[in-house]
């Protein structure tokens, strides 16, 4: 079961979709729910930052992503994970 206090760590989200998300994985404790992976985060927006930057390709990132976290991620997710970063840190 899980309490209050495991919501609202920010530690864990309920699963959408079926998907698990780029720097997620599923919860062996929380059934239907996702627990963060803090390297993949951390390397996702170091990647979101070269894109944005101009410094890479969403290709290239994508790219960079996979050798730093092996896990794949393509260039149109990146985009989309991109374009929500621009999103939420502007309103």
Same mark, same amino acid.
Request: avoid cysteine; glycine fraction near 8%.
């Given at each position: 079961?899980?309490?209050?206090? *495991?919501?609202?760590?920010?530690?864990?989200?309920?699963?959408?979709?079926?998907?698990?998300?780029?720097?997620?994985?599923?919860? *062996? %404790?929380?059934?239907?729910?996702?627990?963060?992976?803090? *390297?993949?985060?951390?390397?996702?927006?170091?990647?979101?930052?070269?894109?944005?930057?101009? %410094?890479?390709?969403?290709?290239?990132?994508? *790219?960079?992503?996979?050798?730093?976290?092996?896990?794949?991620?393509?260039?149109?997710?990146?985009?989309?994970?991109?374009?929500?970063?621009?999103?939420?840190?502007?309103?």
């Amino acid at each position: 079961m899980i309490n209050e206090q *495991d919501l609202s760590s920010d530690s864990l989200r309920p699963v959408r979709n079926g998907v698990v998300p780029f720097g997620y994985r599923l919860s *062996d %404790d929380h059934a239907g729910f996702l627990e963060p992976i803090p *390297d993949q985060l951390e390397h996702l927006q170091k990647a979101i930052g070269y894109v944005q930057r101009g %410094d890479l390709s969403l290709r290239n990132a994508a *790219d960079w992503l996979f050798t730093k976290t092996g896990r794949k991620i393509s260039a149109m997710g990146l985009s989309k994970l991109s374009k929500n970063s621009i999103r939420s840190a502007s309103g």
